[in-house]
């Protein structure tokens, strides 16, 4: 089967996250409490201080946006782009509960960023470039958007085998029926899991002083059912497999996926490993 162009898969990313917004702002609470931690250290590789004006790729439901612009305060300002306007109503609604005036939200693509050059002093990006067709020209944009002597910061997905609680439920997909072998070049969940392939897109693109680290964490959840739960409802890549499956192979791989969480079960928790790749660099000037 031919690769989908990059405007399918646009369209796609698009489809698939607007269809899950109801489910991020359902688990909104639970994931703030277990994944801010990586919105601390994307604040802390971009620099963030008082009075920046900061961008946030692919923001979703507001995450690392609204962290960052607590850091900038009230005499900097954030913008944060995605694809899914659903996800970005949740990021709005979550903005002014918290009485956060200086963080917008814009409809976009990161491949083609609506900014003048030399418009941001900070970049940031959380779990979002994986799922992009030209992750090189998202790179190109970055490198165009920041001013001289800014930084960026991204997080990425690490490999599967560190993060099980991702890829036991593409396990135990592949465990009922059979999959075509995944095309490591396509956008999914670990397309940038691979150590320096982030860091070397953001090198070809001009950026320097680059460092790319796995950072290991864990999260848990109280129980095999919660985790069950929420996989179904946020994550759209599994929905995506889900939906290819007879209501027989769901309940199996239900049971599959129930059965391999409980391998991770420490006290009255389920607490999975994660392991996530973390890039930095700086534009020359
Ligand atoms: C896993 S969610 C992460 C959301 C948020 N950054 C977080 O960490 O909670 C991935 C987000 O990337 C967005 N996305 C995917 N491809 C994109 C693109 N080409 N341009 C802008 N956003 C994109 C999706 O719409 C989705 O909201």
Known sequence: MAAPLPEQVIDGQRQDWNRVAGG??????????????????????????????????????????????????????????????????????????LGLPNVTFRVGDVTTLPFEAASFDAVISRFCLMFVPDIPKAAAEIARVLKPGSWVAVAVWSAPEKNPSIAISMAAVKQVIDLPAADPMAPGIFRLATPGEFA???????LTDITDQEFLGEWSYGSTDQYYTSLMEIAAPVQNLMATLSEAQRLEVKHLIIKAASQFQRGAHITFPIAVRMIAGRKPG
């Open 200 to 206: 070397g897109m953001l090198e070809k693109a001009g």
């Open 24 to 97: 991020w702002e359902k688990w909104d609470r639970f994931f703030d409490e277990q994944m801010a931690f990586l919105n601390h250290r994307l604040v802390a590789d971009a620099r963030l201080r008082n009075g920046l004006r900061v961008l946030d790729l692919g923001s979703g439901t507001g995450y690392p946006a609204l962290l960052a612009a607590q850091a900038v305060g009230a005499n900097g300002s954030v913008v944060g782009i995605d694809l899914a306007e659903h996800m970005l109503a949740v990021a709005e609604r979550k903005a002014k509960q």
